[in-house]
């Protein structure tokens, strides 16, 4: 039987450190204990925990029942010379398996190394990192779906993903039970597509490189940044990147160049918010095409840019050391970070006119 807990802080679940108490906790160890813990809730809330690597969680904490998904291991299906289908559980931590794929010369998920929490989260929030989306090698998601009452099998068409996104996010009508994935047999990786990743292995952009050295490689880059879980490093206290690169139509986006450009033209010690401010400014944001004309723009240069360094505290919260996108628990309650995350979000729209939106999901809590 599942192990029922009341009144569990819920802080100690989730990498922020942060977030109150839960009414009832209940951890699941297998596919049909996350069914029945689920269904014991009824009609009422239940929020679902693995890694806690992608959520706030309010001071208040939760008023309904916690399920604590601790499923763990794969399974391979399916397997030829070119390729191997494997199913993952959905408490299977990430990185753990990311390191088994690589071991064995499977080629898909490499660039995603370092990437805290359960595999079960990484269809909701379509992880993606350094030129790879998970969405790239899943071929299925079985999940119970709450309103039908009935555990189903989801193609990825039907999971609707998208841009750090999916039909799971914002819903809680589907609990992820596990995940199925088609991996190529190979011992180099996938087209390296970033930049950064490119430049670090020394290769160009399209090169593939052997899986090995791509996975060093983003961990590296990862811990550079304060993106891998290391309890000595208070700037890993964080859910990673809080914002979510905006996606701007082709005309927001001349509307956008034309602050920048006003922008960049100031001097930097005219531009305002001097206690925040940047000590230095990039000459160009970064951006990326997409389809029909639009265009993502990085969101750590927006923030840079309008005016917020790295270490800018606010309260109990600051944003990184060594990354602008990460807000981080330096201590204080969950309020104090969501108000250092209202202020960055109001600053940048006040200077470029582009909205920030979250990357995690935020419980009983809202900006």
Known sequence: MPEVSPDVSLARWTTLGLGGPARRMIAA?????????????????????????NVVIGDDGFPGVVVL?????????????????????????????????????????ECLSGVPGST??????????????????ITAVTVLDRLADEVVELSAAECDFAYR??????????????????????????PIRYAELA??????????????????????????????LDPEDPDTRSVGSFFMNPVLSASAYQMFLAKADARLSLDPASAGRTAARSEKTSPAPATWPEADGKVKVSAAWLIENAGFRKGYARGGAAISGKHTLAL?????????LLEL?????????????????PEPVLINCEL
Not at 40 to 52: E, I, K, N, T, W
Not at 169 to 180: E, I, P
Not at 341 to 357: I, K, N, P, Q, S
């Open 29 to 53: 160890n297998s596919v049909d204990e996350i069914v029945q813990s689920v269904r014991s809730a009824g009609d009422g809330p239940a929020l679902v925990l693995a890694g806690g690597s």
């Open 69 to 109: 998904i601790q499923s763990a291991g794969w399974t391979v299906t399916a397997a030829d010379d070119n390729t191997v289908d494997l199913v993952v559980q959905a408490g299977q931590n990430w990185d753990d398996f990311v390191a088994f794929t690589v071991a064995e010369g499977l080629a898909g998920v």
């Open 120 to 137: 079960g989260a990484t269809p909701i929030q379509n992880v993606g990192a350094y030129g790879q989306d998970v969405s790239e090698v």
């Open 165 to 190: 996104g999916s039909r799971f996010k914002h819903n809680d009508r589907w609990v992820v039970l596990s995940v199925a994935m088609r991996l190529a047999r190979s011992p180099l990786s996938t």
């Open 199 to 228: 430049r670090r292995l020394g290769v160009e952009p399209g090169d593939h490189v052997p899986l090995e050295q791509v996975r060093a490689a983003v961990l590296a880059l990862r811990r550079g940044k304060g993106m891998v």
């Open 328 to 336: 981080t628990n330096r201590g204080g309650r969950t309020e104090d």
């Open 341 to 357: 995350a209202r202020e960055v979000r109001d600053g940048v729209h006040a200077r470029f006119g582009v909205t920030l939106r």
